[in-house]
Structures are given as C-alpha cells and as structure tokens.
T-cell receptor, first 115, second 117 residues
Framework: AQSVAQPEDQVNVAEGNPLTVKCTYSVSGNPYLFWYVQYPNRGLQFLLKYITGDNLVKGSYGFEAEFNKSQTSFHLKKPSALVSDSALYFCAVRDRGSGTYKYIFGTGTRLKVLA | GAVVSQHPSRVICKSGTSVKIECRSLDFQATTMFWYRQFPKQSLMLMATSNEGSKATYEQGVEKDKFLINHASLTLSTLTVTSAHPEDSSFYIC?????????????FGPGTRLTVL
C-alpha cells in the first residue's frame, strides 16, 4: 500500500536560517513525488515535483527537495527561511506502477518562521 | 498558467438543502479533476476522481448519491452535496490535471468552505 509520512507536525525555524521539512514514502513501484504549500483557508499551491532524472529538484520560492531512493525520502529544503514561508506543507506521492492517478498526501507539517 | 478556480469560496446552507460547488480550469483543459475534503488541521481526503464525459470514480466510504459529481466539459466539474447535514460541513478542494498519464501535476483550486446549519 502507498503511504506518506511527515513525522513532524510542526517545524520552527528562525528567519534567515535553513529549513528542512521531512517526508518519507512507501510505494510498491517507483514514485512520483510532490510538495505543496497551503496558506490559511486556501487551496494547495504546487512547489515542486520529482518525476525522474536529477535527484535534486528545484521549485518555486527558492525551495528544493532531494529524492533519496535508498532512504525513501523526499525532504523539502530552503537555504534561508522567510517569515512569509510560514504555512502548512504537504508531501504527496503517486505510485507510477499502480495504475491509478491518485495522490496520497502526508498529514502535513506546519512551518513557523520566527522573526 | 495552470489556474483553477472554485465557486463559491464560502457557503452557508440549511440542513436538508443541496449545494453545488463549481471547479474550473481557467487556462488549460483538464481531462481529470479530483475532489478532496479537508477537515480542520488534517490532510486532504480524496473523495472522487472525475474524468470528462464519464462517471466519477468514488473512493471507498464516499456516498455517490450524496456527493454528485459531474464533469461535463474539459474545463468544468461540479460537486453537489445533496440533502446536506451539519456533518457535511468541511473545506472542499478540487484539483485538475491535463494528462495524469504523463505524471502531470495536479493544480488545486482555492477551496470552498461549506457550513451546514
């Protein structure tokens, strides 16, 4: 069965410091992996995705994520956090071998960047 | 590009009435749209997958007679909550994708907050 784990409910980081939001996944085949951000009372905004190729994926707003197949992880990173990055972040996976187009979402990690 | 809109953004209705929520892809043709439900401080729960011109595929436990989904065109899908009850109050979010077979990204609407009194 497919699953996504975001082990931290909340991450606090000081403005200007690097941030990491963790995500691990479990699929039977090869994954497509996604990160989305959600601001209060809004839908999800796409940040980046891994399909194939280079393990380091760069996305919107200075975010990047590294696909690590051996650790089945896809952690989201940013070198220097901004207060405006404070939001709810979701990792999602789709099993390319499953025959379904569904995403499985993690439970979300609330990022709080402190001024 | 890849903008998805939802209407209304917020709706309050009386118990027993029906509510229709629209999801539109504004600048692309969406072969597939998805409907999610999000409870406070929780993740997104997929309700159904909707393909243009065909019947929606509902997830286990989702009542298809209660949550009617229509995907009549490549830019519009609607979710109708029939005979709404207070437990249907939630944040409903749609997403759209051009070609899921090519791992195309799902683009999400801004959501609709439904409150049933």
């Amino acid at each position: 069965a497919q699953s996504v784990a975001q082990p931290e409910d909340q991450v606090n980081v000081a403005e200007g410091n690097p941030l990491t939001v963790k995500c691990t996944y479990s699929v039977s085949g090869n994954p497509y992996l996604f990160w989305y951000v959600q601001y209060p009372n809004r839908g999800l905004q796409f940040l980046l995705k891994y399909i194939t190729g280079d393990n380091l994926v760069k996305g919107s707003y200075g975010f990047e994520a590294e696909f690590n197949k051996s650790q089945t992880s896809f952690h989201l990173k940013k070198p220097s956090a901004l207060v405006s990055d404070s939001a709810l972040y979701f990792c999602a996976v789709r099993d390319r071998g499953s025959g379904t187009y569904k995403y499985i979402f993690g439970t979300g990690t609330r990022l709080k960047v402190l001024a | 590009g890849a903008v998805v809109s939802q209407h209304p953004s917020r709706v309050i209705c009386k118990s027993g009435t029906s509510v229709k929520i629209e999801c539109r892809s504004l600048d692309f043709q969406a072969t597939t749209m998805f409907w999610y439900r999000q409870f406070p401080k929780q993740s997104l729960m997929l309700m159904a997958t909707s393909n243009e011109g065909s019947k929606a595929t509902y997830e286990q436990g989702v009542e298809k007679d209660k949550f009617l989904i229509n995907h009549a065109s490549l830019t519009l899908s609607t979710l109708t909550v029939t005979s709404a009850h207070p437990e249907d109050s939630s944040f409903y979010i749609c997403s759209a994708t051009r070609n899921p077979g090519l791992a195309d990204t799902q683009y999400f609407g801004p959501g609709t907050r439904l409150t049933v009194l």
